[in-house]
């Protein structure tokens, strides 16, 4: 009975179809024998070379090219091509029978790599990497999409186009405006706010009503205790004072808990890791055991914040400076983000000429500017003495990839700290900001007035 690997390499070498399809795909490792990945490389190469099918000549005359072979072995590679023929196979099941077998091995070497690891053996991975390996290995299959045709694929883009896309709504009407509806998925969403102006506060109301969206909701911390988030989430929820939390009877405290497990069907996850110390790889593992230990899959993640997360590309001691380590950590979130199919957001600190900013820019940003380069949507938080005095916070949009970011670039939302909360202000409020549109009718109203008074005027 032939090995499917000699069934592979003989359709490489014979059917056209089939090695376009196939060969993207296929690596060299799966090949387990040294004379059948011999074949596959001189194939490999000479298809990249000159964009044709070898023939068993051509692989005859490069494998005797080769110094890396004995006699022996070239003897046998030598029978082991003139045994290739050019028989007849099912195209589809070919391709099927095919990566079946290339996810088998993929599995395979995953699992031996996992366990040189697992065993200390490799000095260059740690143990943190192995969910990552396997993920990937099991992940394993043909993608035949190679991109959008623009003249021969118009009717799946007008389909597109009027297709409700699944977004996340805010329990705010300026952010849902901005957003066009809300978050959609597969994005990194950033607030930038300076020291005690309310990033977190401004994630745990987010995350409190979109639990009451019957949504679930993964809460990362590595700033806060879990308990200082879920006590910030018990003042939104229960809408009680969050020093006074603490005076509530244990009945009482039930019965508020109860009321609202009553109102949503979702379920909120918070999970601490030291400051620093947790990167993608530690919130993938903490995705999968959620999944495999208690089947949650989070429709959007929080996470508290970016700049205190650690890169799985850089480690910790790695001399390296911070725009890169931060865009790097900013890349591999949103990285996420597409690989679980969620929003994610997160927040950032202003530099110390941003902070008691009542105009912050991007440029505000700290440590690295490659961050809003990645962000999706990235926003300023502002809080003034004035503000703070109306119960207010303004918003500022910094970039924004859903919306025009100039309509409606600054408006105000309501807060109370005491209960951790955001709400809608009244229209009068919005109408004291001005926006940039409104700024450049201010201006163009003045150069105007300054025109006419100059009439008649002789230079």
Not at 61 to 76: A, L
Request: glycine share 4%; with cysteine; aromatic share 10%.
């Amino acid at each position: 009975m032939e090995k499917i690997e000699t069934t592979i390499l003989r359709n490489l070498l014979f059917n056209n179809d089939y090695c376009r399809k196939v060969l993207p795909f296929l690596k060299n490792e799966y090949f387990e024998n040294f004379h059948e990945k011999v074949v596959f490389e001189e194939i490999c190469n000479f298809i990249l070379a000159y964009d044709n099918l070898a023939t068993k000549e051509v692989l005859l005359i490069e494998t005797e090219k080769r110094t890396d072979i004995s006699e022996d072995t070239y003897g046998t590679i030598c029978d082991y091509i003139s045994k290739l023929d050019n028989s007849p196979v099912e195209m589809n099941w070919m391709v099927d029978t095919t990566e079946k077998w290339c996810r088998d091995r993929a599995i395979y070497l995953a699992l031996m790599e996992s366990i040189k690891i697992a065993d200390g053996q490799d000095e260059k991975k740690s143990r943190d990497s192995i969910p990552s390996i396997l993920q990937s290995a099991l992940s394993v299959s043909f993608d035949n999409h190679i991109g959008h045709d623009y003249l021969n694929d118009y009717e799946q883009r007008y389909e597109s186009y009027h297709k409700k896309e699944n977004k996340i709504p805010f329990d705010l009407e300026y952010f849902n405006k901005i957003t066009k509806g809300g978050l959609p998925n597969k994005t990194l969403n950033i607030a930038l706010a300076g020291t005690g102006v309310g990033k977190s506060l401004f994630m745990c109301h987010m995350a409190s009503s979109i639990l009451l969206q019957g949504k679930n909701v993964l809460y990362i911390t590595l700033e806060m205790a879990e308990d200082r988030i879920a006590e910030r989430i018990d003042a939104n929820l229960l809408n009680v004072n969050i020093k006074d939390i603490t005076e509530l009877s244990k009945q009482m405290f039930d019965t508020k808990v109860n009321n609202i497990a009553k109102k949503t069907q979702g379920t909120f996850i918070i999970k601490e890791y030291p400051t620093a110390s947790a990167h993608v790889g530690h919130f993938k593992s903490l995705l999968n055991e959620l999944s495999l230990k208690k089947s949650f899959r989070p429709d959007i993640i929080f996470i508290d914040y970016l700049n205190i997360c650690g890169s799985s590309r850089y480690k910790s001691n790695f001399s390296v400076n911070s725009y890169s380590y931060v865009k790097a950590i900013a890349e591999e979130l949103r990285g996420l983000a597409v690989e679980f199919n969620v929003p994610i957001v997160s927040a950032t600190q202003t530099t110390r000429s941003g902070y008691g900013n009542s105009d912050v820019e991007l440029t505000d940003t700290s440590e690295s500017f490659g961050l809003p380069a990645t962000a999706d949507l990235m926003f300023a938080l502002i809080s003034t003495e004035e503000l703070e005095q109306l119960g207010q916070l303004m918003v500022k949009q910094l970039k924004n990839r859903y919306n025009d970011p100039t309509i409606n670039k600054r408006f105000i939302v309501g807060i109370d700290r005491a209960k951790m909360r955001l709400y809608d202000c009244e229209q009068k409020a919005q109408d004291d900001i001005l926006d940039s549109g409104k700024e450049e009718e201010y201006n163009d109203k003045e150069e105007h007035k300054s025109k006419k008074s100059f009439e008649g005027f002789k230079f």
